[in-house]
């Protein structure tokens, strides 16, 4: 199947500093990509959808200014969290689709883990 | 997209047949059924999908009654790699655009030795 990279698959940081983290889709144009949060026994919730060249649109009661995506290219997205702090660890995943109507099929990266101090 | 309901947790002897229900009794039409497995500090991978016609490949086969209102993914062999947490998801088809995967809590499959 398709594959989606993350990057970096963990990171420690200080409260206050902000971590970016890229998704890259490895074998396929993506000009759509989601990010997901899954908190520790709990299931993946959608945070935004990233669209190559325009404005991202999160879901609601996710910051927009705390988590800045950026689509700059077809195959890479990125989630810069900022100031992060303790309540922003969690595990990020992205995703992206393949294929075309009637419905693509949706392949996930592997996840960054992100431990705020 | 139609809610399911899964079991919470399910166990299955290692080499035999794991058998993953799935109610989705609202189901629409142009909604096809999509199964993801999310193993330990993975992201979800995904196996296989249909609309109504029974579907096989590599990993797993997916049943889908009759009436579409329910589905089995079944595992023929289960190995202790497969214990995971699987998402039975109902999804519609688009005019175009890519769409979200909405996940539930799935169901958690204990492969024992």
């Known amino acids: 199947g398709a594959v989606v990279s993350q990057h970096p698959s963990r990171v420690i940081c200080k409260s206050g500093t902000s971590v970016k983290i890229e998704c890259r889709s490895l074998d396929f144009q993506a000009t759509t990509m989601f990010w997901y949060r899954q908190f520790p026994k709990q299931s993946l919730m959608l945070m935004a959808t990233?669209?190559?060249?325009?404005?991202?649109?999160?879901e609601q009661g996710v910051e927009k200014d705390k988590f800045l995506i950026n689509h700059a290219s077809l195959t890479l997205s990125t989630l810069t969290v900022t100031s992060a702090h303790p309540e922003d660890s969690s595990f990020y995943i992205c995703?992206?689709?393949?294929?075309?109507?009637?419905?693509?099929?949706?392949?996930f990266g592997p996840g960054t883990r992100l431990l705020v101090l | 997209d139609a809610k399911t309901t899964q079991p919470t947790s399910m166990d299955c002897a290692e080499g035999r047949a794991a058998n993953l229900p799935c109610n989705h009794s609202?189901?629409?039409?142009?909604?096809?059924v999509y199964w993801y497995r999310q193993i330990h500090s993975q992201g979800p991978q995904y196996i296989i999908h249909?609309?109504?016609n029974n579907e096989t490949n590599e990993m797993a086969s997916l049943i889908i009654t009759e009436d579409r209102k329910s589905s089995t993914l079944i595992l023929p062999h289960a190995t202790l790699r497969d214990t995971a947490v699987y998402y039975c998801i109902v999804r519609a088809t688009n005019s175009g655009g890519y769409q979200k995967v909405t996940f539930g809590i799935g169901t958690k499959l204990q492969v024992i030795p």
């Open positions: 990233s669209n190559e060249g325009s404005k991202a649109t999160y």
């Open positions: 249909g609309l109504k």
């Open positions: 609202t189901i629409s039409g142009n909604e096809y």
């Open positions: 995703s992206s689709g393949l294929g075309g109507a009637p419905l693509e099929t949706q392949y």
